[in-house]
Nanobody, 128 residues
Framework: QVQLVESGGGLVQPGGSLRLACAVSGFTLQHFTIGWFRQAPNEEREREGVCISSPDGPTACADSVKGRFTISRNSAKSEVYLEMNSLKPEDAAVYYC????????????????????WGQGTQVTVSS
């Protein structure tokens, strides 16, 4: 059974940092593309991923977080991380990790519709 469980969310002041983790089970992480998505309060989940990690190595992040967020994976631990620095109030959202058993082309916008499996999300609040 495929499971994705996010953790690491919480309350942080503007300019602060958080590290989210996505623990996966039921599949081999080395064969899956993992994405982080977010849904701000009173808004729909953003169609395009915050950051994406391809099983063959490439990563990509949205322009809005580029230079501040980093995605990485530890296949030995079956975990994927989202390191978030210089957080802004507009980064506040529920963050979800998602997985698909394919290599997605990084040459095009990758959307939530490309992903098959989803976690339950972890809340990130950015406020002073």
């Amino acid at each position: 059974q495929v499971q994705l469980v996010e953790s690491g969310g919480g309350l942080v002041q503007p300019g602060g940092s958080l590290r989210l983790a996505c623990a996966v089970s039921g599949f081999t992480l080395q064969h899956f593309t993992i994405g982080w998505f977010r849904q701000a309060p009173n808004e729909e989940r953003e169609r395009e991923g915050v950051c994406i990690s391809s099983p063959d190595g490439p990563t990509a992040c949205a322009d809005s977080v580029k230079g501040r967020f980093t995605i990485s994976r530890n296949s030995a631990k079956s975990e994927v991380y989202l390191e978030m620095n210089s957080l802004k109030p507009e980064d506040a959202a529920v963050y979800y990790c998602a997985a698909v058993g394919a290599v997605l082309s990084m040459g095009r916008p990758i959307s939530q519709y490309d992903f098959e499996f989803w976690g339950q999300g972890t809340q990130v609040t950015v406020s002073s």
